[in-house]
């Protein structure tokens, strides 16, 4: 695991925070990550192009910082392919349970002022800190 930079998160939160605010500002969107990709694959539109971009520009800032990172970012072990797939299925479930995602309601919604975007965090982090909990102090998961 890599130490904590302040730098690179704030320089990261401000990309974020930038990206939503244009969005909103540009295109009268929300940057819910799971709508976009929702509504590119399973309920396609006229508009699909601005969401392709976003989901595209994602990705291409990953590589970017891949690309110029000192070293690369170290891949998790230990974790079991059983857990890790019901992991991403509950989170699924999570997300559509919440209509929305942690981009839309945690970037979005906590800035709009949004009381279900609240309660939706507020359970997301729960539900990750009891998680995490669970799988490092009762399973010995501790990677």
Known sequence: MTAFTPLHALIGGLLIGSAATLLL?????IAGVTGMLTGLLVKPSASQSWRLLFLLGLVAGTAAYEWFASQPTPVRQGFPLPLLVVAGLLTGYGTAQANGCTSGHGVCGMA????????????????????????????????
Not at 25 to 29: A, S, T, V
């Open 112 to 143: 709009r002022f949004s009381l279900r975007s609240l309660v939706a965090t507020g359970t997301f982090l729960s539900v990750a800190m009891l998680s995490t909990y669970v799988l490092r102090h009762i399973v010995g998961l501790a990677a």
């Open 25 to 29: 500002w540009l295109n009268g969107r």
